[in-house]
């Protein structure tokens, strides 16, 4: 019976397990919260759940030597880790982070080894790449060139469970998301290279209008212009990767990030409370927002002169940070505080929906000089009680891949990313039988182009 090692049991694991032992797999679950990972098992007999720490190699070791796949499910700083102990064991991982130059450079010995390394098989990155490359490869079979693409995705709760003032909520790794928020970002726009650094990247956001949910607000998402490689479409002149967020979110976080709330520099918060803390950050940043000192009976510190309703000082305001609540901390950063206010208040509710939204869009110009625009979209919504939507769009495309990996149907070893047809058709054909699918729409009017 084949086995796979599944590593870590986060918020997102639950489909990829369920998935992987309907197939009939026996799968090991390692984890430091192996209550959690004993809950997805559901007492499953051929499923183990064992406490492990990542710090513990030489358990990794024996690990890994037992189970022909390892999926990693752990922070994209430990995969490194890992691929190493499947190269010297000869054994296949699948991970659903970002491929970095250091697992690159293992490509040769991994095809050396006869193995496949399939990294970004999630949503985004996984779906993403997949969808756009099936619609760029189909362009360029009838001879088409891609002149504009537009890729955008967001995790966002659905409309119902968007109540608070971010109208954003946590479904997966949420000190990932706030910590995104402090990226750079590069995209090409009309032949032109657009840098913006991260102080500048929640200002000006694109506005969208998607069906169903009306306007959403864009921001760029890192390094776009790798892309043109990757997809092969060195013939763009525009390529923009975006996230998707309701409107009001890059007010309110750009705003944090003038505070320098999301800032990982460490201070001394002996003693402070969080009234004392935005009283120091707001200094620090020059802002001028004035405060009453508490009575006895108010343990609020509220703005009193112009802007106090603005949805900015809202937010910062609902968050906790006027209140004079002592924090117990000593040396620490912004960012832990802010991203666990913001965890403590705005995590996704077990009887909530979120949702993932997916669009690409693009220009196809053809040699009889006609131009299409060609448009792809997806909303999917989680269950509640049961598997929220991130998680079903980031682990069941890495579940398929294992069973390919498996079955012996991606037959080209190396790293990869699932940008070849051989791994992104069945795959986004198996979603699709789940109810997991990017709605294509072809000959649109240039009207149709994102502005």
């Known amino acids: 019976m084949d086995k796979v090692l599944v590593l870590g049991s986060g918020m997102v694991a639950r489909p990829l397990i369920r998935y992987l032992l309907d197939k009939g797999f026996q799968l090991t679950i390692a984890s430091n919260t192996p209550d959690r990972a004993e809950a997805m ?4 007999p051929r499923a183990l759940s064992l406490c492990w720490e990542a710090t513990d190699k030489a358990k990794l070791n024996e690990l890994v030597a037992s189970n022909q796949v390892t999926v990693s499910l752990l922070p994209w700083t430990m995969h490194l880790m890992v691929a190493e102990y499947c190269l010297k064991h000869r ?7 970002y491929v970095k130059p250091e697992m690159k450079v293992l490509d040769q010995a991994v095809k050396n080894a006869g193995l ?3 990294n970004e098989a999630g949503l985004d990155p996984g779906i993403d790449h997949m969808s756009a490359k099936r619609i760029i490869d189909g362009i ?8 504009e693409f537009y890729s955008i995705c967001g995790a966002l709760p659905a409309p119902e469970a968007a109540d608070n003032p971010f109208h954003y909520k946590f479904s997966w790794s ?9 990226n750079d970002a590069t995209y090409l726009r009309h032949g032109n290279i657009v840098r913006v650094p991260s102080s500048n990247l929640f200002k000006n956001p694109m506005k969208i209008e998607f069906p169903r949910l009306g306007i959403l607000e864009v921001y760029p998402n890192r390094d776009s212009l790798a892309y043109r490689e990757v997809y092969g479409i060195p013939e763009t002149r525009t390529l923009y990767r975006g996230t998707f967020r309701y409107e009001g979110w890059c007010e309110i976080m750009d705003y944090m990030k003038h505070l320098n709330l999301l800032s990982s520099e460490e201070i001394d918060m002996t ?17 001028q927002f004035e405060t009453h ?3 006895r009976h108010d343990n609020t510190t509220a703005p009193l002169h112009h802007g106090a309703t603005s949805l900015r000082h809202h937010a910062i305001s609902w968050l906790g940070f006027f209140d004079n609540i002592p924090m117990n901390r000593t040396i620490d950063s912004p960012f832990e505080v802010t991203s666990n206010l913001m965890i403590s208040k705005m995590t996704i509710r ?7 939204v997916m669009q690409h869009t693009f220009i196809a110009a053809y040699s009889d000089g006609h131009k299409e625009v060609v448009r792809s979209r997806m909303l999917d919504f989680g269950i509640p009680g049961g598997d929220t939507a991130i998680a079903r769009t980031v682990a069941l495309p890495a579940a398929i891949a294992v069973e390919m990996i498996l079955k012996g149907e991606i037959i080209n070893p190396g790293v990869h990313i699932p940008v070849i047809p051989e791994i992104y058709t069945p795959i986004l054909v198996q979603l699709e039988n789940m109810g997991i699918k990017m709605e294509e729409e072809f000959g649109l009017p240039l009207s149709e182009i994102i502005a």
Do not use: C, W
């Open 41 to 44: 098992i559901d007492g499953h």
């Open 91 to 97: 054994k296949h991982l699948v991970t659903t982070s």
């Open 350 to 356: 077990p009887e909530e929906r979120d949702m993932v």
């Open 140 to 147: 360029h079979e009838r001879g088409g060139a891609v002149l």
């Open 271 to 287: 003693g402070m409370t969080y009234a004392d803390l935005i009283n120091r950050q707001l200094s620090v940043s020059g802002s």
């Open 174 to 182: 949420p000190k990932g998301v706030i910590m995104a928020g402090n």
């Open 293 to 295: 000192q508490p009575s």
């Open 116 to 118: 496949i390394f399939l």
